[in-house]
């Protein structure tokens, strides 16, 4: 037990019972008193919160069965445990006080031994939870503290990547940032139209807009001559493009398998955007050619997401359409290249869109 004294408050409307247990207890605690309820309940609030609470039960006003009550029903001074010391002998007494809250009964005429034994241990137990409790505090302290730290990490390695492919591919500028935030507005947007609730969690469009930034990160494994041609590809080397998916995919899983990672939410959605986000609806994508719900909704999201933003980007071989005319070209592909679910969110919100554009447009 701690070297500073612990405080009893003992409540009793009778001056000499409080003069008796104050005598009992005083050389080894710091002993308070209250004359009746209400006095009791300010002082269990007061700047010296007592450690225990010795309470009679037949005082005026509001008696202790109450007093009790008021205690466990205040946040403030629910943890402090009361032992009642009464007159009140009957078993159906005991049981009414321990329904109240109190955590032992005590009947009077009172054994000085007793009182002083129940009081030791119930202050002892008192002192081991409050311990406990600071331990746990302080574990959830490091725990979120922790947590934070792995998020940023995540979140860092995660751009540091996409920026790398980035840095292949001088066309795409910004295109990452609008395609993740694409993504999480059409996630969002779905959510609150009640589709896919049982995915599209908050947690789960977080990670889907922290993972979407990687789609591309297999153009890093494709040839410069390839990659930087400036026009567009013959049918062979829009082949060797197309593999940029399964590159990016492969990637994320060797890495999965090499640090023990396999099964990691954000790892998952970073391999299904890199895998499928060329994937259609109908089944005319690649590379799996996968169709309808069979493709990953996060690679469903971030077709169209990729789709859009390339109508309305300048390219050697196109120059940038307007927002109607992408709206337009994205409508005709409802249910062949894109998910008609998704494809009216994009409809819904469509302003977002061009939100999202003019703020990370490219220089």
Not at 269 to 286: F, L, M, V
Not at 341 to 352: K, P, W, Y
């Amino acid at each position: 037990m701690s070297n500073v004294l612990k405080t009893i408050l003992v409540v009793d409307d009778e001056p000499i019972n409080i003069m008796v247990l104050s005598n009992l207890l005083k050389s080894d605690y710091r002993v308070l008193a209250a004359k009746n309820g209400e006095e009791a309940l300010q002082r269990a609030q007061s700047e010296h919160t007592p450690d225990l609470i010795l309470l009679d039960v037949m005082m005026p006003d509001i008696d202790g069965f109450q007093v009790c009550s008021l205690l466990k029903n205040n946040p403030d001074t629910s943890h402090i445990p009361v032992i009642f010391i009464t007159a009140m002998n009957e078993e159906i007494d005991e049981e009414k006080g321990l329904k109240a809250g109190a955590i032992d009964y005590i009947t009077k005429p009172i054994s000085p031994t007793l009182v002083i034994a129940r009081v030791r241990n119930h202050i002892l137990l008192k002192s081991s939870q409050d311990e406990l409790y600071s331990l746990n505090e302080m574990l959830e302290e490091r725990v979120r503290i922790r947590t934070q730290e792995l998020a940023k990490t995540q979140e860092t390695t995660i751009q540091a990547l996409a920026s790398l492919a980035e840095t292949r591919d001088n066309e795409t500028g910004n295109h990452i940032r609008r395609t993740s935030h694409y993504v999480k507005a059409l996630a969002e947007d779905l959510r609150d139209h009640n589709h896919f609730t049982d995915e599209l969690t908050d947690r789960n469009i977080e990670l889907i807009y922290k993972s979407a930034p990687l789609h591309d990160i297999g153009k890093v494994g494709i040839p410069d001559k390839i990659l930087l041609k400036p026009g567009k590809l013959s049918t062979d080397e829009f082949k060797i493009m197309m593999t940029h998916t399964t590159l990016g995919a492969d990637a994320i899983s060797n890495a999965e398998n090499e640090t023990g990672l396999t099964g990691v939410s954000f790892l998952q959605y970073a391999k299904e955007i890199s895998s499928c986000h060329h994937e259609k609806w109908d089944g005319s994508g690649y590379p799996e050619g996968l169709k309808g719900n069979d493709i990953p909704l996060s690679g469903r999201l971030m077709a169209l997401a990729d789709v859009y933003d390339a109508l309305i980007t300048k390219r050697v071989y196109k120059p940038a359409f307007d927002h109607q005319k992408a709206k337009g070209i994205i409508l005709e592909g409802r249910g062949s290249h894109f998910d008609p679910l998704i494809t009216d969110s994009f409809i819904r919100i469509e302003q977002q869109f061009i939100e999202i554009a003019d703020r990370f447009r490219d220089e």
